[in-house]
């Protein structure tokens, strides 16, 4: 483990159904950094988000997940959240009968530094859906009922800006949205990094949401394995040469084992 690092995944296999999807994964993110998880459709990199994040349905067969000092490996997700660890959904849910605004006051409610009472929490929110673009009456409707694709990413963004968790984990943020949608889920990572300095991680197979971010740390993903790290001079070759170089190369490996 990174004795500097904010978040430090080491040696972590994981599986789902007694299917192994992640092999001896190793993943540090210092604070205030902004890392890519790329790769190929399948390859592990929600998984690997969920993972961290704590979901159920996956198992930790082997390895250790340290964030911010302390080991989680064996916290449920809702504790690895007060903690300080957000993960946005590449399909978000929809929660009928439950207004947005009532389940974003629910999501501050007891959490350090984010007390509000009514009237602040209702002038923050506005504030933080005019800067997405957002109209205000949405936060009057259910939980993604309804809601664009674009729509709920906004959503999603606004529960970056209101909590400002030390490290996000932003799960193919940029599936489905056009042009416009794409450009105010640019603005809110951007707002995010200025409001609170927090750490990234950006999972994607698309280049289009990293034209105006300032990554450190680029992490190719192929069958569940970190296959290649780099700076972000990565990201133009592998928006020029996709990543079929990086797939015959681990299925190369996988032969050899």
């Known amino acids: 483990m990174s004795t500097d690092a904010l978040l430090s995944v080491a ?3 994981a599986s789902v159904d007694e299917k192994t999807i992640l092999h001896n994964v190793n993943l540090n993110v210092r604070a205030g950094e902004t890392h890519v998880l790329m790769g190929p459709n399948g390859a592990g990199k929600s998984t690997m988000g969920h993972v961290i994040m704590g979901d159920p349905v996956y198992t930790v ?3 250790t997940i340290t964030f911010d000092g302390a080991d989680i490996t064996e916290l449920s997700c809702d504790k690895r959240s007060r903690a300080g ?3 946005s959904f590449q399909a978000p849910v929809e929660i009928p009968g ?4 009532s389940f ?3 999501t501050i409610a007891g959490r350090p530094g984010l007390e509000m009472k009514g009237k602040e ?3 923050r929110v506005k504030e933080l859906a005019a800067q997405l673009d957002m109209d205000t009456a949405y936060l009057n409707r259910e939980l993604g009922v309804g809601f664009s694709g674009g729509e709920k990413k906004k959503v999603e963004m606004l529960q970056l800006l209101l909590l400002q968790p030390k490290l996000a984990i932003l799960d193919e943020t940029d599936s489905g949205l056009d042009v416009d949608a794409l450009s105010v889920v640019s603005r809110g990572m951007d707002a995010y990094r200025a409001s609170c300095d927090g750490s990234l991680v950006i999972i994607t197979h698309n280049t289009r949401i990293l034209e105006h971010l300032t990554v450190d740390r680029v992490h190719v993903m192929v069958g569940g394995r970190i296959v290649r790290e780099d700076d972000a001079s990565l990201i133009p070759w592998i928006d020029e040469h996709g990543f079929e170089s990086f797939e015959r190369e681990a299925a190369g490996t996988a032969d050899e084992r």
Not at 98 to 101: F, T
Request: charged letters at 20%.
């Open 11 to 13: 040696n972590l296999t």
């Open 61 to 63: 067969n082997e390895g």
């Open 85 to 87: 660890l957000f993960l």
């Open 98 to 101: 439950v207004p947005l605004s």
């Open 104 to 106: 974003l006051r629910a």
């Open 121 to 123: 929490f209702r002038r």
